[in-house]
């Protein structure tokens, strides 16, 4: 469905509560195929991609984050949904995180994943390397610079012949506004640190690292967890930033078992 | 309830899939009573005392923990249980492990939270380190011995008053006959080792581990995890190897996401 | 040889830059006679026991561990050292903390190993645990109780006979007088809280720590770490509380590498 | 001075018992400016540029990693070297392993620092990776892809002028040769796996891990350590795979308490 005030692209998926997945950078709506049909049956789930992913409009322009929480919002009041309970991943999570401080009368619990509180120096260079990365207008070249530290070491030995058919399917869909796209939302949070915000947020949040994460390790993790009143962690074994994706059904079961 | 047969106390809570819950060494279905609440929404919960634990029959001989699998089996039997989850804590996940590999069928799901694959020098150090406490015939001197290892050194530094009730409690309820069937529980599983026998374990298994439990860490976890086809682990954060008290919420939690 | 005005048995061996080695608490001049023999070659090394330690007086009453930075002022007085290399371990870390602190101008480059800025109530805890254990006055009661959270699992594991041969060591050598010794020690230092007091050491400080150390583990190193200007810290794989003990030769070989 | 039977460039530095250094891939002997300058005075240090590296000759065919550790040993016999202390660090810890197997009557003491005993698929694509940013032969470009991790968040944050500078000598100095060159290093070791020769290595062996490096984890590391009989390990903290670089005191005074 098309939310068009904004060119947001969304899908409501199965009955319930209702739950909001927000994408990281590099996903889309289509990130989450396995996961809704798991979550569909014990929430209404809701994914839509957020403006310059997928299938939703372009933005163009330099544009901050926050601008996320915002259409965020109207979606939310386009759907006439009054409180939901919110996932954020990587990037969505930094969304979730500035919505959640800022709306907090929107939010039944918080699941915050695989995020941060604040862009560092790394962080600002791994976005840069995304960046030059993305510059090359080619899948494989992209998949070949930016993954092997999004997915675990172990997922990695374990699943070769599918990141293999991945790299394919980066070729395929990647195209230039694609990228052009990337490459905006990587210079979007470049200012981002919501250290003295999130403790603004008072609802029951759960949060779900992975041992192998890199990009936003325990620790950065660990940081948000001290600052939210009532947050608990749970660190999903053998995987990396891409727990999500590399533990399907323990990363659903989680969810699952934190909301119902 | 009464299973005359053995002389085991269990009780029956709840409706739905029968999840069976096998306690640590110093527990007993008492232990429980917060997760109940939780879990009988869900689940038909099954809780009991093995011989020389809470209100259940003295074995007073020497014997091997694989008694308390067998045991097990005559319990299902009599309630006439075909196929139970199963969730093992500690010594309970020892046994667990054995009934699990020796008896498949009885077993849809597993859970094995905060245990090992084999009692090594280290853990049959840390048994006699309990039996000698227990041989104080003292509750509040077990508790001073005893428990610092068991909660985590964030729970101490937070908990502390509740510690302090909880140590008085000790005081009253370990009897004489409490502490020869604990001295007893903690000689039987001195040969312990199913490293060789776990992965016949075919069906789904999550492991629960916490990230400072200092007597079962994640590497006997891992192991485990390792060994066992279809399993997935889960480490709690700022936790010990009571995690299953010390996070009540965030433990059911995962308990529920992964059975229901 | 015996410093008569505190009372204080104390030994110098080999010659160089001097090396002053402070006891941790179950410990005495004895336990670094391997070290001896290796750190003589390089250093003049100094160990002595403190009071209520091994040949040392003992102090008979309550007193605050700060007693023990006095204590090593003086000492240094008598030998004529204005200016000495300083490790302290565990309890004697927190000593060298204090006098650090409080003396500057004495110390030269600084080892904390395997020690604490605070005794926060996770360490009242386990210190409590060593006073009810101590107060068996039997050596292998206390063997039993205390040690197997001051060694490695790994270690544990790997040197069982040498262990139990130990324990039988301190069933001869522990008597009632270094049983109320300990007590007394295990009791000075409940207040210890260096937290604001560190940031005062200047010089060049390692901090040696180790990954199986669960009484003061890697966390409370850390914050050592960052509070202390001109410290860097180094983790001893495989090894526990012990880890002097445990791992000799790579112990020594950093304590060389770093003051010579 | 200059090995003119394989064009090898070295550098002898100081007197003492022979120590020779072994460069990571994207290394040169100009890594080694601030540890010459620490360890010559102790030791007589060895550097050189191997094959495709810094001053050394061009290799232009395809050519496995082993061919380097017969140019070492080559080297040696050059330089009249019967037995020596060896440093590999990450690319040259591999080689390392591979002469130290293979030729152990030439080492004396090992330093096996931030490597691998086997390139596996994650390393692989880390490879790739390095290969397909060498492709774009500009420093800067190849700077932001790959340097954010090969040094720890940790260093990235605390030093990010000091990373600016380098990115601006990387455009300087790497040439269309040096990139060439650096693909064909990269291309040499994909079938590098010493898992069943490493037992061979019996001589006193150090292994320095840094606890952010997330090209050869700590895991690596392990592996490594428990297959060589006489082998330790320390971790550096707060460090990555460049820990060499990122703490340069700590490290040179771990490699010198280790050989004196």
New interface residues.
């Given amino acids: 469905m098309f939310f068009e005030e904004l060119g947001i692209y969304y899908e409501v998926h199965g009955e319930g509560k209702p739950l909001v997945l927000l994408n990281g950078i590099m996903m889309s709506t289509a990130s989450w195929i396995e996961h809704i049909k798991i979550l569909k049956n ?1 929430f209404q789930v809701i994914v839509y991609d957020m403006r310059d992913q997928g299938k939703s409009s372009k933005l163009s322009i330099k544009y901050d984050i926050s601008v996320h929480s915002e259409d965020l919002k109207k979606l939310l009041e386009h759907l006439g949904l009054k409180k939901v309970n919110l996932l954020g991943l990587s990037y969505g999570g930094q969304v979730a995180e500035i919505f959640a401080s800022k709306y907090p009368e929107y939010v039944d619990k918080l699941i915050l994943s695989n995020t941060t509180y604040k862009v ?3 962080l600002a ?2 976005g ?2 995304w960046k ?2 993305a510059k090359t207008y080619d899948g494989e ?1 992209f998949f ?2 930016a ?3 999004i997915y675990s ?1 172990t997922f ?2 374990n699943n ?1 012949n599918w ?1 293999k058919n991945r790299r394919k399917i980066f070729k395929e869909l990647l195209t230039k506004e694609w990228f052009d796209g990337f490459i905006r939302l990587a210079s979007s949070n470049l200012n981002f640190d919501v250290s003295n915000e999130i403790e603004k947020i008072k609802c029951e949040t ?2 779900i ?1 992975a ?1 192998e994460d ?1 990009i936003t ?2 620790s950065d993790m ?1 940081f948000i ?1 001290k600052k939210i009143k009532k947050s ?7 995987s990396g930033h891409a727990a999500f994706l590399e ?1 399907i ?2 990363y ?7 909301l ?1």
Avoid: H, Q, R, T
């Fill in positions: 014990y560092d120096n790394f260079s791994v840069e390397a030059v990365a070249s070949d610079l993954l092997p530290f070491k990695y030995n070769y990141l759960l949060l690292a041992d890199i390790p325990i660990e967890n608990e962690m749970v660190i999903i074994k053998n533990k059904n323990i659903c079961n989680i969810v699952k078992g934190f119902i």
